[in-house]
């Protein structure tokens, strides 16, 4: 049994609405300060964060986009995992060189000395994280032109009938993306692709006819210039 002098937990209306009201405020402050904490740091906030969608399953050469998406990551956590250990070899100098400048007396050009290699270490560091910074947005670029060209090619093979496949007539083989044709002749064997040699003007004459002739036992070829701004009268041939 309770005592006399026992006295009740229960409060106010007034005053649980005002605890309640102060414990919101306390967890919003909370969160702003973690939003700041984070863009201070150079991250992004979690609904901010792009989500990667991955790769559809019709979508072309899916297996080597595969393969290639795990070697960038295995070669982005292998250059984080030297940086940590470049990190750790260079803390472990500071520490070796702060020991061993303890042991002479301690004087002004002692200090002045230690400071600069101090201040040089960090230097050292800090371009470290700049040149690490600039490798991985090289290597994201890259890859998200990758994703852009897959991209393009899809939708140009759907809404296209006659598909023009443009070769640099200095080196046809070099630039024809036979992988690309395979593709295209799998998916759809009614879509016609036709070659263009271009650029007949920067090689001899012989090389253009033997390559028309090489060319035109696979597929339908034609030949034009590079430049046509002078060339208003041979433009209907």
């Known amino acids: 049994p ?6 009740s937990k229960r409060t106010t209306l007034h005053q649980k609405y005002k605890i309640q009201k102060k414990v919101r405020e306390h967890h919003r402050k909370q969160r702003k300060l973690e939003k700041e904490k984070i863009k201070k740091n150079g991250g992004k906030l979690a609904y901010l964060r792009k989500k990667d969608p991955g790769v559809p399953n019709a979508w072309p050469f899916k297996e080597e986009v595969l393969r290639e998406a795990e070697e960038h990551k295995e070669k982005v956590a292998k250059q984080k995992a030297e940086e940590i250990l470049q990190r ?3 803390r472990e100098k500071q520490r070796k060189a702060l020991q061993a400048g303890r ?3 301690s004087s002004p050009a002692s200090e002045l000395a230690a400071l600069r290699n101090s201040a040089m270490a960090r230097q050292n560091d800090f371009e470290l994280q700049e040149e690490n910074m600039r490798s991985s947005r090289r290597n994201g670029d890259v890859e998200n032109t990758r994703r852009a060209y897959y991209r393009e090619l899809h939708k140009i093979m759907e809404n296209a009938d006659v598909i023009l496949e443009v070769l640099d007539a200095r080196d046809p083989l070099g630039c024809r993306p036979l992988e690309v044709e395979r593709y295209i002749q799998q998916k759809d064997p009614n879509k016609r692709i036709v070659l263009v040699l271009n650029k007949i003007d920067l090689v001899p004459k012989e090389n253009v006819t033997a390559w028309l002739k090489y060319l035109r036992r696979e597929l339908p070829t034609i030949a034009i210039k590079c430049s046509t701004q002078s060339q ?3 433009l209907g041939r």
């Open 2 to 7: 309770k005592g006399k002098n026992h006295s």
């Open 88 to 90: 750790k070899r260079l």
């Open 103 to 105: 042991a002479f007396a």
């Open 232 to 234: 208003k009268v041979n």
